[in-house]
């Protein structure tokens, strides 16, 4: 049997039998050193997966987690809400809108989807459920708009995939800006579409005397990505001491600020983030022995091989990248895609002469996608328990903001200057 074969079958049984990503890759791996009676490899494992963490810029992953939990204990979520609601809570359908805008915006403080939609959701639940929102399309807002939040920077996924591609870290953030706002801006006019006809909600009157308090009270948690942002493109420090700035700064606004971060509630904050950060670097130690069998068997290059001699333009080589990242999301969370896939369809699609900015903005935009679709669908399940929904229910219910969400894809497949204007515009980008 081929050997790429081999290891593909032996890690989708793995998976489907419930198997975590991060074990199903290294059993993968070991497979492989098990059928060619080559155990003594082994040996070298430790060694590849030291190389595979030892890397400065992987360590903004963990930083940035346990900023975003700061943040979210903290409860920057209520202001930001506030504020969405304060600027579009007029609009018919607007607490539907808040929800979107508002994600969009702790989106850029915490770069993590579930965070997102777990810290807007409990805020805007229970008020969507007073205006008459049903609850399955309340949840279906939050579940689409979470993943809004590993777009706009600072973004988990974003570092991660510029850690594998060995690209920018601070290009691909701010390239992240654009299909952010995108995304937005499609699901906004759905939400309205689907208020008006539905007639969910009821507009209030606009207040610029309530949205400049908002504004105000919101200022600490818009400051964070100007901090990060500000700091990496003036060259103040790179994206990895951006993520331990931010650390410190989401520690003092919610210990001094706001006050909902305590010394008591402080040892729990930092335990979640060191089990998530754990199980992230899990999957990396895991994908650094299989990319070593990958590499070992030639497989980058069998692959390169087989979609150049089936694809042979741009947008055929795009499109087969977004439908096979829509069907790994279903799968697998989006981290682990990125270190398992993209350094075998990054190098394919340089070859096809793609800029790899764009490239790794729309693979990042894609598995955002995969966020809200089963089997594995973590904001899904987030937008469920928060809006107590049966899952059933909610699947029902995300179905149009999947298509809506395909849409917005595709535009951003069309036209890449949605990505790439900002850094051609504030970097100089010319790739």
């Given at each position: ?296 068997e030639l497989i980058h290059a069998q692959v390169a091989t087989l979609v150049r001699n089936n694809v042979s333009t741009q947008v055929g080589f795009l499109l087969l990248t977004n439908v096979v990242l829509i069907f790994a999301g279903m799968v697998a969370n989006g981290s682990s895609i990125i270190l398992l896939m993209a350094p075998l369809l990054h190098p394919v699609a ?82």
């Amino acid at each position: 049997m081929n050997m790429g074969l081999w290891l593909l079958i032996c890690f989708v049984v793995l998976t489907f039998m419930g198997m975590p990503i991060g074990a199903s890759i290294g059993l993968t791996a070991f497979s492989y050193f098990m059928i060619n009676n080559e155990m003594f490899f082994m040996l070298a494992m430790p060694q590849r997966i030291f190389a595979g963490l030892n890397s400065f810029e992987l360590l903004a992953v963990p930083m940035f987690i346990l900023a975003g939990d700061l943040l979210y204990a903290g409860k920057v979520s209520k202001t930001l809400v506030d504020l969405a609601n304060a600027l579009i809570g007029h609009v018919k359908g607007g607490m539907g809108m808040v929800a979107t805008v508002a994600c969009m915006f702790f989106g850029a403080v915490s770069g993590s989807g579930p965070a997102t939609s777990a810290a807007v959701g409990a805020v805007v639940a229970p008020e969507m459920e007073e205006l008459g929102y049903p609850n399955s399309f309340t949840a279906a807002v939050i579940a689409s708009a979470g993943p809004i939040g590993v777009l706009i920077p600072p973004s988990i996924m974003m570092v991660v995939y510029g850690v594998v591609a060995n690209l920018s870290i601070a290009t691909l953030l701010l390239a992240g800006v654009g299909p952010g706002l995108l995304y937005t801006l499609f699901l906004c006019l759905y939400i309205y579409y689907a208020s008006v006809k539905n007639n969910y909600g009821v507009v209030s009157k606009f207040s610029p005397k309530a949205a400049l308090i908002a504004f105000k009270n919101a200022l600490w948690a818009l400051l964070t990505p100007i901090i990060i942002l500000g700091g990496i493109y003036s060259g103040f420090f790179t994206p990895t001491e951006a993520a331990v700035v931010t650390v410190f700064y989401a520690l003092i606004v919610g210990m001094f600020v706001y006050k909902a971060v305590t010394p008591k509630t402080l040892p729990t904050i930092l335990l979640n983030s060191a089990v998530t950060s754990a199980s992230i670097m899990f999957i990396v130690a895991a994908i650094a022995c299989l990319s070593w069998v990958m590499t070992r068997e030639l497989i980058h290059a069998q692959v390169a091989t087989l979609v150049r001699n089936n694809v042979s333009t741009q947008v055929g080589f795009l499109l087969l990248t977004n439908v096979v990242l829509i069907f790994a999301g279903m799968v697998a969370n989006g981290s682990s895609i990125i270190l398992l896939m993209a350094p075998l369809l990054h190098p394919v699609a340089m070859e096809f002469g793609i800029d790899p900015i764009f490239y790794g903005t729309m693979f990042v935009a894609n598995l955002a996608i995969g966020m809200v679709t089963p089997p594995v669908a973590v904001t899904l399940y987030v937008a469920a328990r928060v809006c107590k929904v049966p899952i059933v229910a909610i699947t029902r219910a995300v179905v149009p903001f999947f298509f809506v969400l395909m849409a917005a894809l595709f535009t951003l497949m069309m036209f890449p200057e949605i990505a790439l204007f900002l850094p051609r515009v504030l970097l100089g980008y010319g790739g």
